[in-house]
Protein backbone atom coordinates (compact mmCIF):
# COMPACT_ATOMS: atom_id res chain seq x y z
CA UNK A 1 0.00 0.00 0.00
CA UNK A 2 1.34 3.51 -1.25
CA UNK A 3 1.85 5.21 1.59
CA UNK A 4 -0.06 9.05 2.09
CA UNK A 5 1.63 12.36 1.00
CA UNK A 6 3.14 13.79 3.72
CA UNK A 7 1.26 17.05 3.92
CA UNK A 8 3.24 20.21 5.30
CA UNK A 9 0.82 20.67 7.97
CA UNK A 10 1.52 17.83 9.75
CA UNK A 11 4.87 19.23 11.03
CA UNK A 12 5.71 22.88 10.10
CA UNK A 13 9.23 22.63 9.42
CA UNK A 14 8.40 26.68 8.39
CA UNK A 15 8.62 27.13 12.27
CA UNK A 16 11.49 24.96 12.69
CA UNK A 17 13.10 27.11 9.99
CA UNK A 18 11.32 30.05 11.55
CA UNK A 19 13.71 29.64 15.03
CA UNK A 20 16.35 28.39 13.45
CA UNK A 21 16.82 31.57 11.54
CA UNK A 22 15.70 33.39 14.61
CA UNK A 23 18.66 32.10 16.64
CA UNK A 24 21.26 32.62 13.89
CA UNK A 25 20.29 36.26 13.93
CA UNK A 26 21.35 36.76 17.92
CA UNK A 27 23.71 38.41 18.40
CA UNK A 28 25.90 38.36 22.06
CA UNK A 29 25.83 42.14 22.86
CA UNK A 30 22.20 42.47 24.79
CA UNK A 31 21.51 45.77 24.30
CA UNK A 32 20.54 44.57 20.70
CA UNK A 33 19.04 41.46 21.38
CA UNK A 34 15.67 41.71 21.50
CA UNK A 35 14.96 44.68 18.66
CA UNK A 36 16.85 42.00 16.11
CA UNK A 37 14.33 39.44 16.52
CA UNK A 38 11.35 41.30 17.03
CA UNK A 39 11.86 44.34 13.76
CA UNK A 40 11.08 42.09 10.98
CA UNK A 41 13.38 43.10 8.18
CA UNK A 42 13.51 46.70 9.74
CA UNK A 43 17.12 48.17 10.86
CA UNK A 44 18.36 47.04 14.15
CA UNK A 45 17.39 49.21 17.02
CA UNK A 46 20.69 49.90 19.36
CA UNK A 47 18.42 51.41 21.77
CA UNK A 48 17.68 48.59 24.09
CA UNK A 49 14.87 50.15 26.13
CA UNK A 50 13.21 51.25 22.87
CA UNK A 51 13.15 47.60 21.50
CA UNK A 52 11.49 46.30 24.91
CA UNK A 53 8.98 49.16 24.37
CA UNK A 54 8.57 47.18 20.92
CA UNK A 55 8.05 43.90 22.06
CA UNK A 56 5.33 45.30 24.36
CA UNK A 57 3.64 46.69 21.68
CA UNK A 58 3.37 43.46 20.56
CA UNK A 59 0.95 42.34 22.89
CA UNK A 60 -1.37 45.36 23.10
CA UNK A 61 -4.44 43.66 21.43
CA UNK A 62 -5.00 41.86 24.69
CA UNK A 63 -7.04 44.05 26.99
CA UNK A 64 -5.39 43.36 30.36
CA UNK A 65 -2.51 41.32 30.57
CA UNK A 66 -2.17 41.39 34.22
CA UNK A 67 -6.03 40.78 34.51
CA UNK A 68 -5.77 37.73 32.04
CA UNK A 69 -2.82 36.26 33.91
CA UNK A 70 -4.57 36.38 37.66
CA UNK A 71 -7.56 34.91 36.18
CA UNK A 72 -6.09 32.21 34.14
CA UNK A 73 -3.47 30.60 37.29
CA UNK A 74 -6.98 30.63 38.73
CA UNK A 75 -8.11 28.77 36.30
CA UNK A 76 -5.52 26.20 36.06
CA UNK A 77 -7.10 24.40 39.03
CA UNK A 78 -9.74 23.62 36.09
CA UNK A 79 -7.34 20.69 34.80
CA UNK A 80 -6.50 19.09 37.91
CA UNK A 81 -8.73 16.48 37.19
CA UNK A 82 -7.22 15.10 33.91
CA UNK A 83 -3.79 16.11 35.69
CA UNK A 84 -3.99 13.37 38.06
CA UNK A 85 -5.78 11.24 35.37
CA UNK A 86 -2.77 11.53 34.01
CA UNK A 87 -0.59 10.61 37.17
CA UNK A 88 -2.78 7.08 37.53
CA UNK A 89 -2.09 6.07 34.22
CA UNK A 90 1.85 6.48 34.44
CA UNK A 91 1.55 4.89 37.65
CA UNK A 92 -0.67 1.81 35.91
CA UNK A 93 2.06 1.31 33.41
CA UNK A 94 3.92 -0.24 35.76
CA UNK A 95 1.10 -2.22 37.95
CA UNK A 96 2.37 -5.87 36.07
CA UNK A 97 5.62 -7.78 35.31
CA UNK A 98 8.13 -5.36 35.67
CA UNK A 99 8.97 -4.79 39.36
CA UNK A 100 11.98 -3.47 38.90
CA UNK A 101 10.31 -0.62 36.48
CA UNK A 102 7.87 0.40 39.18
CA UNK A 103 10.43 0.45 41.36
CA UNK A 104 12.26 2.69 39.69
CA UNK A 105 9.44 4.79 38.93
CA UNK A 106 7.95 5.10 41.63
CA UNK A 107 11.16 6.20 43.52
CA UNK A 108 11.44 9.08 40.78
CA UNK A 109 8.15 10.27 40.98
CA UNK A 110 7.96 10.69 44.64
CA UNK A 111 10.01 13.40 44.87
CA UNK A 112 7.63 15.16 43.32
CA UNK A 113 8.05 17.76 39.83
CA UNK A 114 6.22 20.35 38.23
CA UNK A 115 4.56 18.65 36.13
CA UNK A 116 4.48 21.55 33.84
CA UNK A 117 4.12 20.03 30.31
CA UNK A 118 1.28 17.44 30.99
CA UNK A 119 -0.20 20.64 32.96
CA UNK A 120 0.88 23.10 29.21
CA UNK A 121 -0.82 20.39 27.18
CA UNK A 122 -4.13 20.43 29.00
CA UNK A 123 -4.06 23.61 29.25
CA UNK A 124 -3.74 24.66 25.38
CA UNK A 125 -6.40 21.09 24.91
CA UNK A 126 -8.95 23.60 26.56
CA UNK A 127 -8.02 27.16 25.13
CA UNK A 128 -8.14 25.45 21.45
CA UNK A 129 -11.25 23.26 22.22
CA UNK A 130 -12.85 26.60 23.43
CA UNK A 131 -11.29 28.64 20.63
CA UNK A 132 -13.53 25.96 18.37
CA UNK A 133 -16.56 26.14 19.66
CA UNK A 134 -16.81 29.67 19.92
CA UNK A 135 -15.74 29.71 16.06
CA UNK A 136 -18.32 27.45 15.41
CA UNK A 137 -21.15 29.51 17.06
CA UNK A 138 -20.43 32.66 14.79
CA UNK A 139 -20.49 30.89 11.97
CA UNK A 140 -16.82 32.13 10.57
CA UNK A 141 -14.78 28.45 11.32
CA UNK A 142 -14.31 25.85 8.72
CA UNK A 143 -14.07 23.08 11.16
CA UNK A 144 -16.62 20.83 11.35
CA UNK A 145 -15.93 18.41 13.87
CA UNK A 146 -17.81 20.02 17.57
CA UNK A 147 -16.29 19.85 20.77
CA UNK A 148 -17.38 20.98 24.38
CA UNK A 149 -14.75 22.92 26.43
CA UNK A 150 -13.60 19.84 27.85
CA UNK A 151 -11.03 17.84 27.16
CA UNK A 152 -11.15 14.82 25.10
CA UNK A 153 -9.45 11.62 25.36
CA UNK A 154 -6.58 11.70 23.09
CA UNK A 155 -5.48 14.81 24.68
CA UNK A 156 -5.17 13.69 28.09
CA UNK A 157 -3.41 10.61 26.69
CA UNK A 158 -1.30 13.40 24.83
CA UNK A 159 -0.70 14.55 28.04
CA UNK A 160 0.38 11.48 29.50
CA UNK A 161 3.05 10.96 26.35
CA UNK A 162 4.57 14.14 26.80
CA UNK A 163 5.39 13.90 30.69
CA UNK A 164 6.58 9.83 29.70
CA UNK A 165 8.97 11.70 27.04
CA UNK A 166 10.21 13.99 29.10
CA UNK A 167 11.16 12.00 31.63
CA UNK A 168 12.59 9.26 29.61
CA UNK A 169 14.62 12.36 29.18
CA UNK A 170 16.07 12.94 32.41
CA UNK A 171 16.52 9.41 33.21
CA UNK A 172 19.47 9.85 30.16
CA UNK A 173 20.36 12.99 30.99
CA UNK A 174 21.47 12.21 34.52
CA UNK A 175 23.71 9.23 33.39
CA UNK A 176 25.12 11.58 30.02
CA UNK A 177 26.05 14.34 32.96
CA UNK A 178 27.03 11.90 35.76
CA UNK A 179 24.15 13.85 37.99
CA UNK A 180 24.12 12.69 41.60
CA UNK A 181 21.28 14.50 42.45
CA UNK A 182 17.54 15.76 41.19
CA UNK A 183 14.86 17.12 42.93
CA UNK A 184 16.89 16.92 46.25
CA UNK A 185 17.15 13.09 46.03
CA UNK A 186 19.49 10.55 44.64
CA UNK A 187 19.40 10.55 40.66
CA UNK A 188 18.25 7.00 38.84
CA UNK A 189 21.45 6.46 38.11
CA UNK A 190 23.09 6.77 41.42
CA UNK A 191 20.63 4.90 43.00
CA UNK A 192 19.89 1.89 40.62
CA UNK A 193 23.01 1.93 38.45
CA UNK A 194 23.37 2.96 34.74
CA UNK A 195 21.93 0.29 33.51
CA UNK A 196 18.84 0.50 34.95
CA UNK A 197 18.50 4.16 34.43
CA UNK A 198 19.45 3.44 30.77
CA UNK A 199 16.38 0.37 30.67
CA UNK A 200 14.25 2.26 32.35
CA UNK A 201 13.90 5.38 30.11
CA UNK A 202 14.01 3.28 26.80
CA UNK A 203 11.04 1.60 28.66
CA UNK A 204 9.17 5.15 29.07
CA UNK A 205 10.02 5.73 25.52
CA UNK A 206 8.80 2.41 24.59
CA UNK A 207 5.24 2.93 26.18
CA UNK A 208 4.71 6.69 24.75
CA UNK A 209 5.86 5.43 21.29
CA UNK A 210 2.60 2.50 22.00
CA UNK A 211 0.48 4.95 23.35
CA UNK A 212 1.57 7.59 20.19
CA UNK A 213 0.16 4.79 18.09
CA UNK A 214 -2.96 4.36 19.57
CA UNK A 215 -3.99 8.11 18.55
CA UNK A 216 -3.90 7.21 15.19
CA UNK A 217 -2.87 10.67 14.08
CA UNK A 218 -0.12 10.82 11.76
CA UNK A 219 0.58 14.54 12.06
CA UNK A 220 0.75 14.00 15.88
CA UNK A 221 2.82 11.00 15.97
CA UNK A 222 5.17 12.77 13.54
CA UNK A 223 5.59 15.83 15.35
CA UNK A 224 6.01 14.30 18.70
CA UNK A 225 8.49 12.04 17.02
CA UNK A 226 9.92 14.92 15.66
CA UNK A 227 10.62 16.28 19.69
CA UNK A 228 11.91 12.87 20.64
CA UNK A 229 14.63 13.26 17.66
CA UNK A 230 15.28 16.79 18.68
CA UNK A 231 15.91 15.75 22.24
CA UNK A 232 18.53 13.55 21.07
CA UNK A 233 20.12 15.87 18.62
CA UNK A 234 19.99 18.66 21.58
CA UNK A 235 22.16 16.28 23.26
CA UNK A 236 24.85 16.08 20.51
CA UNK A 237 24.69 19.43 19.56
CA UNK A 238 26.01 20.49 23.67
CA UNK A 239 28.69 17.24 23.02
CA UNK A 240 29.98 17.42 20.04
CA UNK A 241 29.53 21.55 19.64
CA UNK A 242 32.59 23.02 17.90
CA UNK A 243 34.33 25.39 20.01
CA UNK A 244 33.48 28.38 18.04
CA UNK A 245 29.34 27.47 18.70
CA UNK A 246 30.30 27.40 22.44
CA UNK A 247 30.36 31.51 23.59
CA UNK A 248 27.61 32.49 20.67
CA UNK A 249 23.94 33.31 21.68
CA UNK A 250 22.70 31.13 18.39
CA UNK A 251 24.31 27.86 19.61
CA UNK A 252 22.72 28.44 23.10
CA UNK A 253 19.25 29.22 22.11
CA UNK A 254 19.54 27.06 18.92
CA UNK A 255 20.36 23.93 21.70
CA UNK A 256 17.63 25.19 23.96
CA UNK A 257 14.96 24.82 21.46
CA UNK A 258 16.02 21.13 20.74
CA UNK A 259 16.45 20.35 24.13
CA UNK A 260 13.86 21.37 25.70
CA UNK A 261 11.42 24.37 23.68
CA UNK A 262 10.69 21.48 21.17
CA UNK A 263 9.16 18.56 23.35
CA UNK A 264 6.19 21.64 24.20
CA UNK A 265 6.46 23.22 20.87
CA UNK A 266 4.83 20.10 19.13
CA UNK A 267 3.17 18.82 22.65
CA UNK A 268 0.60 22.43 22.15
CA UNK A 269 0.62 21.72 18.40
CA UNK A 270 -0.68 18.09 18.85
CA UNK A 271 -3.32 19.15 21.13
CA UNK A 272 -4.40 22.01 18.65
CA UNK A 273 -4.57 18.97 15.42
CA UNK A 274 -6.53 16.77 18.34
CA UNK A 275 -9.19 19.29 18.96
CA UNK A 276 -9.54 19.77 15.05
CA UNK A 277 -8.16 23.39 14.83
CA UNK A 278 -7.73 25.51 11.67
CA UNK A 279 -3.72 25.79 10.68
CA UNK A 280 -2.82 29.47 12.16
CA UNK A 281 -4.08 28.35 15.67
CA UNK A 282 -1.74 24.81 14.95
CA UNK A 283 0.88 27.21 14.04
CA UNK A 284 -0.02 29.63 17.49
CA UNK A 285 0.17 26.92 19.64
CA UNK A 286 3.36 25.23 18.63
CA UNK A 287 5.28 28.63 18.66
CA UNK A 288 3.72 29.67 22.64
CA UNK A 289 4.77 25.88 22.99
CA UNK A 290 8.11 26.48 21.65
CA UNK A 291 8.70 30.49 23.01
CA UNK A 292 7.53 29.30 26.90
CA UNK A 293 10.12 26.22 26.60
CA UNK A 294 12.99 28.39 25.84
CA UNK A 295 12.35 30.83 28.87
CA UNK A 296 11.37 27.68 30.78
CA UNK A 297 14.65 26.61 30.52
CA UNK A 298 16.26 29.96 30.82
CA UNK A 299 14.60 30.21 34.05
CA UNK A 300 16.16 27.38 34.95
CA UNK A 301 19.82 28.48 33.99
CA UNK A 302 19.13 31.38 36.24
CA UNK A 303 18.40 29.54 39.04
CA UNK A 304 21.69 27.63 38.81
CA UNK A 305 23.35 31.26 40.02
CA UNK A 306 20.44 32.22 41.84
CA UNK A 307 19.65 29.46 44.51
CA UNK A 308 21.03 26.96 46.42
CA UNK A 309 20.79 23.30 46.43
CA UNK A 310 18.29 22.85 49.18
CA UNK A 311 15.95 25.16 47.35
CA UNK A 312 16.48 23.29 43.60
CA UNK A 313 17.19 20.06 44.41
CA UNK A 314 20.99 20.30 42.71
CA UNK A 315 24.06 21.58 43.20
CA UNK A 316 24.71 25.35 42.41
CA UNK A 317 26.48 25.92 39.60
CA UNK A 318 26.22 22.28 37.95
CA UNK A 319 25.65 23.61 34.49
CA UNK A 320 29.38 24.94 34.44
CA UNK A 321 30.95 22.08 36.41
CA UNK A 322 29.75 19.98 33.50
CA UNK A 323 31.23 22.24 31.09
CA UNK A 324 28.19 24.75 29.88
CA UNK A 325 27.71 28.61 28.94
CA UNK A 326 24.28 29.16 29.93
CA UNK A 327 23.04 32.78 29.47
CA UNK A 328 24.14 34.47 32.15
CA UNK A 329 27.71 33.27 31.47
CA UNK A 330 27.65 34.62 28.02
CA UNK A 331 26.14 38.08 28.99
CA UNK A 332 28.62 38.32 31.23
CA UNK A 333 31.47 37.07 28.97
CA UNK A 334 30.70 41.05 27.34
CA UNK A 335 31.66 42.25 30.75
CA UNK A 336 34.65 40.37 31.55
CA UNK A 337 36.22 38.86 28.29
CA UNK A 338 38.30 36.37 30.17
CA UNK A 339 35.11 34.11 30.46
CA UNK A 340 35.89 33.21 26.50
CA UNK A 341 38.58 30.90 27.39
CA UNK A 342 36.94 29.68 30.36
CA UNK A 343 33.84 28.88 28.13
CA UNK A 344 36.01 27.50 25.27
CA UNK A 345 37.66 25.25 27.74
CA UNK A 346 34.54 23.89 28.91
CA UNK A 347 35.37 24.74 32.58
CA UNK A 348 37.55 21.50 32.56
CA UNK A 349 40.50 23.19 34.61
CA UNK A 350 40.36 23.36 38.29
CA UNK A 351 39.01 26.51 39.61
CA UNK A 352 37.53 27.45 36.67
CA UNK A 353 33.88 27.08 37.47
CA UNK A 354 34.57 28.95 40.81
CA UNK A 355 35.46 31.92 38.69
CA UNK A 356 32.86 31.66 36.60
CA UNK A 357 30.59 31.86 39.35
CA UNK A 358 32.88 34.89 40.67
CA UNK A 359 32.95 36.44 37.11
CA UNK A 360 28.97 36.20 37.02
CA UNK A 361 28.52 37.63 40.33
CA UNK A 362 30.19 40.76 39.34
CA UNK A 363 28.61 41.49 35.92
CA UNK A 364 25.37 42.67 34.81
CA UNK A 365 24.56 38.25 33.46
CA UNK A 366 21.72 37.90 35.75
CA UNK A 367 19.83 40.81 35.59
CA UNK A 368 20.44 40.76 31.29
CA UNK A 369 19.04 37.04 31.60
CA UNK A 370 15.92 37.65 33.29
CA UNK A 371 15.05 40.40 30.75
CA UNK A 372 15.88 38.27 27.80
CA UNK A 373 13.20 35.58 29.90
CA UNK A 374 10.54 38.03 29.52
CA UNK A 375 11.34 38.93 26.13
CA UNK A 376 10.18 34.89 25.52
CA UNK A 377 7.67 35.06 27.76
CA UNK A 378 5.24 37.53 25.96
CA UNK A 379 6.40 36.12 22.44
CA UNK A 380 4.21 33.34 24.36
CA UNK A 381 1.97 35.52 25.34
CA UNK A 382 1.58 37.09 21.71
CA UNK A 383 1.30 33.38 20.49
CA UNK A 384 -1.49 32.73 22.81
CA UNK A 385 -3.68 35.94 22.31
CA UNK A 386 -4.52 34.59 18.66
CA UNK A 387 -7.16 32.18 20.08
CA UNK A 388 -10.51 33.34 21.25
CA UNK A 389 -11.09 35.00 24.57
CA UNK A 390 -11.79 32.09 27.17
CA UNK A 391 -10.78 31.20 30.71
CA UNK A 392 -8.39 28.42 28.88
CA UNK A 393 -6.63 30.98 27.26
CA UNK A 394 -6.02 32.97 30.45
CA UNK A 395 -5.12 30.38 31.78
CA UNK A 396 -2.39 30.20 29.49
CA UNK A 397 -1.09 33.60 30.38
CA UNK A 398 -1.46 32.81 33.89
CA UNK A 399 1.22 29.71 33.27
CA UNK A 400 3.21 31.75 31.27
CA UNK A 401 3.34 33.95 34.30
CA UNK A 402 4.39 31.31 36.71
CA UNK A 403 6.73 29.25 34.36
CA UNK A 404 8.86 32.87 34.55
CA UNK A 405 8.35 33.38 38.45
CA UNK A 406 9.33 30.16 39.77
CA UNK A 407 12.11 29.97 42.02
CA UNK A 408 12.64 26.45 41.96
Not at 372 to 377: G, K
Amino acid sequence: MTPAPRKETWVPRSTIDKFKSMVKRVPVSFETLVPDIVMKGAERVENFHKGIEDVEGLIQNIDDISHMSANGINSLKFINKDLDLVGKRISSLFDRDHPILRSVTEYFFKAGGKRIRPVMVLTMARAVLAHVEAMQESGSSKVKTSFDTHTIPTQVQLAQITELIHTASLFHDDIIDVSDTRRGQKTVNSAYGNRVAVLSGDFLLARSAILLAELEDPRVITGMATSIEHLCGGELLQIKSTKNDLATFAYYIEKTFYKTGSLMAYACQSAAQLAGAEDDIVQAAFEYGGYLGIAFQIVDDLLDFQQNESTTGKPVGVDMENGHATAPVLYAMDEFPELRELILRRFKNEGDAAKGLELVAKSRGIEKTQRLVEFYQKKAIEAASKLRDSDARDALVGLADLVVKRTS
